[in-house]
């Protein structure tokens, strides 16, 4: 399709300039995970799905429209879904100006989009369970870029930062969060009744625990506070409580008014 590779500094990623966009391999089947997919409002999103893709989302990028699409998908359980064959999209209205692809034997795989803070855009992977795998970003100049996942996340009109503790154990992530003035929060009282993985989580000194669950993927609650906002962490996966399960994500609560 005639394309021109960039620098990209995100292993297994390539960031092109390309002017055509071809139709997957297959037409897009998405069965069970239908609810990932969304009715493109763009020229760009239109054309992919058009052509095949299952468009997963649209976003803005300066003065060009970012669409993540993907060729396939596969069901798992506790109702997650793997995306096949995921790319993201650069276009001005209907022409396509770059495309973010995976190489074949890349590690991770990209699935959708969303923006990250008030400029940016994190390319997430398609695994069953995504985790960031790069961000966009467009200068001055109108040029875009492919970066590494940033080191952290402002929340709260600025005021809080979260450190990109993706994938570590939550023992580790905690030490790094209180760096950053994230606090553990005791949700579950010294005497209150708590489900057996949280109880392992509490003796191994994990006292921000607030709930798990006992079946599919073992996720758990864990709590934090800083000066701005409370921090929800959640875990993935069972193991040892004394080793701690890893960081599958968190989402941020402003304490601030009209935060986000």
């Given at each position: 399709?005639?394309?021109?590779?960039?620098?990209?500094?995100?292993?297994?990623?390539?960031?092109?300039?390309?002017?055509?966009?071809?139709?997957?391999?297959?037409?897009?089947?998405?069965?069970?995970?239908?609810?990932?997919?969304?009715?493109?409002?763009?020229?760009?999103?239109?054309?992919?799905?058009?052509?095949?893709?299952?468009?997963?989302?649209?976003?803005?990028?300066?003065?060009?429209?970012?669409?993540?699409?993907?060729?396939?998908?596969?069901?798992?359980?506790?109702?997650?879904?793997?995306?096949?064959?995921?790319?993201?999209?650069?276009?001005?209205?209907?022409?396509?100006?770059?495309?973010?692809?995976?190489?074949?034997?890349?590690?991770?795989?990209?699935?959708?989009?969303?923006?990250?803070?008030?400029?940016?855009?994190?390319?997430?992977?398609?695994?069953?369970?995504?985790?960031?795998?790069?961000?966009?970003?467009?200068?001055?100049?109108?040029?875009?870029?492919?970066?590494?996942?940033?080191?952290?996340?402002?929340?709260?009109?600025?005021?809080?930062?979260?450190?990109?503790?993706?994938?570590?154990?939550?023992?580790?992530?905690?030490?790094?969060?209180?760096?950053?003035?994230?606090?553990?929060?005791?949700?579950?009282?010294?005497?209150?009744?708590?489900?057996?993985?949280?109880?392992?989580?509490?003796?191994?000194?994990?006292?921000?625990?607030?709930?798990?669950?006992?079946?599919?993927?073992?996720?758990?609650?864990?709590?934090?506070?800083?000066?701005?906002?409370?921090?929800?962490?959640?875990?993935?996966?069972?193991?040892?409580?004394?080793?701690?399960?890893?960081?599958?994500?968190y989402a941020v609560s402003c304490a601030l008014p009209g935060g986000s």
């Amino acid at each position: 399709m005639g394309q021109v590779a960039l620098a990209s500094p995100v292993p297994g990623l390539v960031l092109t300039q390309v002017s055509r966009l071809p139709s997957p391999p297959a037409s897009a089947d998405a069965g069970y995970c239908q609810r990932l997919l969304i009715t493109p409002a763009t020229e760009a999103g239109a054309l992919a799905r058009d052509l095949g893709w299952a468009v997963t989302a649209e976003l803005k990028l300066g003065p060009y429209d970012a669409v993540s699409f993907a060729g396939g998908f596969e069901a798992g359980t506790s109702g997650s879904c793997r995306l096949i064959d995921g790319n993201v999209g650069i276009f001005e209205r209907d022409r396509l100006v770059h495309l973010v692809y995976a190489e074949p034997d890349a590690e991770l795989g990209i699935g959708r989009i969303e923006p990250f803070e008030t400029t940016g855009i994190r390319i997430w992977s398609g695994d069953f369970l995504p985790q960031p795998i790069a961000d966009l970003h467009e200068d001055e100049n109108g040029t875009v870029s492919l970066e590494m996942p940033a080191a952290l996340e402002r929340f709260c009109e600025g005021e809080a930062e979260v450190p990109n503790i993706y994938g570590m154990p939550i023992a580790q992530a905690r030490s790094i969060l209180a760096d950053h003035g994230w606090l553990p929060f005791r949700s579950i009282l010294p005497g209150q009744e708590a489900d057996p993985r949280s109880q392992a989580l509490l003796q191994a000194g994990m006292t921000e625990v607030e709930t798990c669950s006992g079946t599919g993927f073992g996720y758990c609650s864990l709590l934090y506070e800083g000066q701005f906002a409370r921090l929800s962490v959640t875990s993935v996966g069972e193991g040892d409580a004394a080793i701690t399960p890893p960081v599958a994500g968190y989402a941020v609560s402003c304490a601030l008014p009209g935060g986000s």
